[in-house]
């Protein structure tokens, strides 16, 4: 039995998030790869990184993904609703400091 590819592969979206934050996420066509390009305050960066992806009902994927920087992201995202919850975690003064946000997609390709 093979497993089917996620719902999100080779399509990009455009996530939005609570604090402000944009990004362009496009995603491998076989749904492994993620390359993320920030949008507005964050233009010009990007990375392409190997994700780590479950579906967990249908259309709703637990995603996840180490950044060269060492911040880890997961995100479950809502594919019938068009929603994210993500949480990352970085290093920051005094220690790992985790947050969770929420977030929309828009499907642009």
């Not at 076989?30 to 010009?44: C, K, N």
């Not at 709703?60 to 995202?77: L, N």
Request: no cysteine.
């Amino acid at each position: 039995m093979t497993a089917s590819l996620p719902a999100f592969a080779g399509r990009t979206y455009v996530f939005r998030v609570d604090n402000g934050a944009a990004f362009r996420n496009t995603y491998s066509a076989d749904g492994t790869r993620l390359r993320w390009e920030g949008l507005g305050e964050s233009a010009g960066q990007w990375e392409d990184v190997r994700l780590h992806v479950a579906e967990i009902a249908p259309e709703i994927y637990f995603v996840s993904w180490t950044e060269q920087s060492g911040i880890t992201v997961s995100h479950v995202m809502d594919l019938n609703a068009l929603t994210v919850r993500a949480f990352w975690t970085f290093e920051g003064e005094g220690g790992r400091v985790g947050q969770l946000h929420t977030g929309t997609l828009e499907r642009v390709a």
